[in-house]
């Protein structure tokens, strides 16, 4: 008896472990989008690369490469510590399928930058595949 119930008790833990993910609040585009810029705003790498494709494609600054996350995120500290963020807002969004994008503002102490991310969803789960970071100056015409 005390076998059949060990065995019972060892399978409904195993079926619950194995539903977990079901459990979890899947993050669409707009949750991802939202979080994304609070990251940006706050200056915290950590929190924005959480959201990285296991390989993402970063241009920042005219430097355009792909990385891993755990490179995204080295890179993305440096930028976060020379550039301390002051406001973040996004400016354009949208999406169409499995596709989305956002396009913001960035005011640092040392200037004002153009950030876009650029979002798919795999499997149920949207992640950043691709961001660029720009110099203001560059993209608006004077």
């Known amino acids: 008896m005390l076998r059949k119930t060990a065995v019972y008790f060892v399978s409904v833990i195993l079926l619950l472990v194995s539903r977990a993910d079901n459990l979890v609040e899947q993050e669409g585009p707009d949750l991802v989008i939202k979080n994304s810029a609070e990251a ?3 200056g915290n790498a950590d929190n924005l690369t959480r959201y990285f494709f296991k390989t993402v494609e970063i241009e920042l600054l005219g430097d355009e490469n792909y990385y ?3 490179q995204a995120l080295q890179l993305l500290k440096s930028f976060f510590e020379r550039n301390i963020p002051v406001k973040f807002s996004i400016n354009h969004q949208g999406a169409k399928d499995l596709t989305a ?9 040392s200037g004002v930058y153009r950030i876009s991310l650029f979002l798919k969803t795999d499997e149920g789960k949207t992640y950043i595949h691709q961001m660029r970071i720009e110099p203001e100056s560059q993209v608006t015409p004077k």
């Open 68 to 70: 891993s996350q755990a």
């Open 101 to 109: 994008f956002a396009i913001g503002t960035l005011q640092c102490r």
């Open 40 to 42: 940006i705003e706050k």
